[in-house]
Each structure stands twice: as structure tokens, then as C-alpha cells.
């Protein structure tokens, strides 16, 4: 059974900066991709980003240049910085993995910015 833990969310004023990291159970090259989708109180859930086994990285268009995501494999994690976060990007922040034709999900990390 694949688990994937997040941790790193938090209560932060607008303009400040977080680390979500994701703790995956399995080694994180298995995976066709690994990445970071976020859901907002009555919005449908969304990529944010996310990074494949190659290495290719993509971004959702409003957190482009102000989030990164990277990955230290010795720990089977992968990172979301967030750099000047904004009201908006307040969500409950999910980790998301890929492996063929299966998709696991982890429980949630809440973000909130304050403004």
C-alpha cells in the first residue's frame, strides 16, 4: 500500500514562505510523477505542480516563478517551496503520485495565508 505523508503547512502572512514536503513510502523514481495539487473551501482541487521521473516539471499558471518543487530521493520526498504567498493560494495542499494507471493520494497539509 502506497502512503504518502505530507507535512509543513501552517498559518503565514501574505509575502512569507513554506515548505510542504511529501514522504513517500516507495522509492519516488517508481512513480511516473510525484507532485502537489491544492483545494480551496468550495473549489474543485487543482495541480500546482508537479515533477516526473525524468525530471520534467510543470506549474499551474498562478504559482508559476513563486513555487518550486524539487526532490531528495535518499528520502523518497519531494518539496514544494512557496515563496510570496498570497491569500488565494490558501488551501488544503495534497500530495499526489502516479504509477501507471493507479493515482495516490495522501490526506492533506492545510495552508492558510493571511492577508
Known amino acids: 500500500q502506497v502512503q504518502l505523508v505530507e507535512s509543513g503547512g501552517g498559518l503565514v502572512q501574505a509575502g512569507g514562505s513554506l515548505r510542504l514536503s511529501c514522504l513517500v513510502s516507495?522509492?519516488?523514481?517508481?512513480?511516473?510523477?510525484v507532485g502537489w495539487y491544492r483545494q480551496a473551501p468550495g473549489k474543485q482541487r487543482e495541480l500546482v505542480a508537479r515533477i516526473t521521473v525524468g525530471g520534467s516539471t510543470n506549474f499551474a499558471e498562478p504559482v508559476k516563478g513563486r513555487f518550486t518543487i524539487s526532490r531528495d530521493s535518499a528520502k523518497n520526498t519531494v518539496y514544494l517551496q512557496m515563496y510570496s504567498l498570497k491569500p488565494e493560494d490558501t488551501a488544503d495542499y495534497f500530495c499526489n503520485a502516479v504509477r501507471m494507471s493507479r493515482t495516490f493520494w495522501g490526506q492533506g497539509t492545510q495552508v492558510t495565508v493571511s492577508s
Open positions: 516507495e522509492n519516488i523514481f517508481d512513480f511516473n510523477s
